[in-house]
């Protein structure tokens, strides 16, 4: 091809529709986007996540009102993490994690299901808000490694003594997943539309099938797997908010290591063989070439994507400095993440985005309305 042809490229893409032609799929709505949302043990609590400017734990006594102008706004689905609950041994947990006083996000779906229906409640499922040891598994009751530490040592703090520890024992793969199971039950039970596995442990994702088929809820409540999560330094603000620090301070243990797309690409390959609705990528930013990678070999499953806490407060700091323009610099990471292949974007920003969407639309009519009204003041349409 000559190279006068190539060079004409900017006809293409000169006004806003031929634009939005060029980036066909990529559309911000309403439908594409998922809110976190931190239901708290204290009915009454509404307070700032210090962390996360914007963002709150709420109960369930100020749940509707906190939610009413985001839905007014469109929202359609949220996401459900339980905060301030209070933390018992792996044994003991799993006799509560069906109480409503126990667990928030049991009467947070009912109240949500009763007055916005329309909204599509997903559950967060893992242990770690729940245990003391922080962890998303239990472990065997006697360890499996001889511990290679001395207990009186005290140049080993007490985290470098517990991730010894932690090490010389084998998670229970059967207790884990019953009570991983047990829990999505319980979600599923009570209305919720998705749960959403973010243990990463193994055979969860069938064991979830399995016992949601096995009690015929299958047909009533999806399974999004957060299949490649991989071990982030981006979730600091997010366990603050969910006191889901674990006794080792990481969980390098369970979730991938950042290089590893091999390892991404067979995790999500397992999930949809389990039975996987959605399969989720998290954090996103920095992870686009795997939704890239799964979207092009799972081309007709959806892939959400979490713009995890660390990433929104990166985000939100810069615009505080004024180093970005909010509204410019959301777009664009959303606009970006589509264009690699997500379909739901999981984010803090939705109550933000619904209301610039709202604010577009207005704005594009008004100018709409004003060239009309030039048009019939020049008396175009008069048939002259």
């Known amino acids: 091809m000559s190279n006068e042809y190539v060079r004409r490229l900017q006809g293409g893409f000169h006004d806003n529709t031929l634009r939005k032609w060029q980036g066909r799929g990529q559309n911000i709505t309403p439908d594409c986007m998922m809110y976190p949302v931190f239901v708290s043990t204290e009915a009454d609590l509404l307070e700032e996540i ?142 919720a539309d998705i749960v959403a596995p973010s243990d990463m442990n193994d055979g969860r994702v069938g064991a979830i099938d399995k016992v949601l088929e096995d009690k015929c809820l299958r047909g009533k409540c999806a399974i999004m797997s957060y299949s490649a999560k991989f071990s982030s330094c981006m979730y600091g ?23 590893s797309s091999g390892l991404a690409n067979r995790a999500v390959d397992r999930d949809i063989v389990e039975n996987a609705d959605i399969v989720m990528v998290k954090p996103s930013m920095m992870y686009l070439d795997i939704v890239r990678d799964i979207k092009q070999k799972h081309p007709h499953h959806p892939i959400a994507a ?24 959301v777009y664009e990471n959303f606009t970006c993440m589509q264009r690699a292949g997500v379909d739901i974007i999981i984010s803090y920003f939705t109550p933000m985005v619904l209301k610039w969407l709202i604010e577009d639309r207005q704005e594009e009519q008004e100018q709409l309305n004003t060239i009309m009204k030039k048009l019939e003041t020049k008396g175009v349409f008069d048939g002259n």
């Open 50 to 191: 210090t962390t996360l400017p914007g963002q709150y734990k709420v109960g369930k006594n100020k749940l509707l009102a906190y939610l009413k102008p985001m839905v007014e706004n469109g929202l359609k689905s949220i996401i459900l993490f339980p905060t301030d609950v209070e933390k018992r041994n792996d044994t003991d947990v799993f006799y509560h994690l069906h109480y409503t006083d126990e667990n928030p996000a049991v009467d947070a779906i009912m109240l949500i299901k009763k007055h916005f229906r329309h909204v599509t409640v997903a559950c967060d499922v893992c242990l770690c808000g729940f245990v003391e040891s922080g962890l998303c598994f239990t472990l065997t009751d006697e360890p499996v490694r001889r511990p290679n530490y001395d207990k009186k040592d005290e140049t080993l703090s007490k985290t470098e003594k517990m991730t010894l520890y932690v090490n010389s024992q084998a998670v229970d793969s059967k207790s884990t997943l019953q009570f991983i199971s047990n829990l999505a039950l319980v979600y599923a039970k009570h209305g």
């Open 237 to 259: 603000p997010f366990r603050g908010a969910c006191d889901s620090t674990p006794i080792t301070g990481n969980r390098d243990g369970c979730q991938l290591p950042p290089a």
């Open 306 to 329: 979490y713009q995890v806490s660390g990433e929104y407060a990166m985000m939100h700091a810069a615009v505080e400095k004024g180093i970005f323009q909010m509204k410019k610099l």
